[in-house]
């Protein structure tokens, strides 16, 4: 698994469970690639939720609606709690998470 694909595979489980915000999800992700010896950046972060997204693996949503395809760069990194963009796992992505599970590379308490 290269670095890109392994962030991927991060961003995609933290956004499984909740819709969650570009801040939150860099921030959690940044300690487990920190566990594998690897620096996640915010940057790395929109390129995953974008590639998530571009797959049908992820939806983003502004103000309770969802976005359709992949929202403008600026949405993604809005500082304002209003009108900044969430993303959830879509169906696709739950199997793709399900896939994806035997190559996780922590330990489950890790993450």
Known sequence: MNRDE??????LDE????YEELDHITERIARWGAKCGVVIQKQDVVQALISL???GFAKAYSNS????GVP???AIQD?????????????????????????????RTES
């Open 53 to 55: 997204t571009e797959n």
């Open 72 to 74: 403008p760069l600026d």
């Open 6 to 11: 392994l962030i991927r595979m991060f961003v």
């Open 79 to 107: 500082p304002d709690l209003y009108t900044r963009c969430y993303f959830w796992v879509t169906d696709s992505g739950r199997e793709e998470h399900k896939r994806q599970d035997s190559l996780w590379p922590l330990t």
């Open 65 to 68: 609606k969802e976005i359709e």
């Open 15 to 18: 956004i499984m469970d909740d």
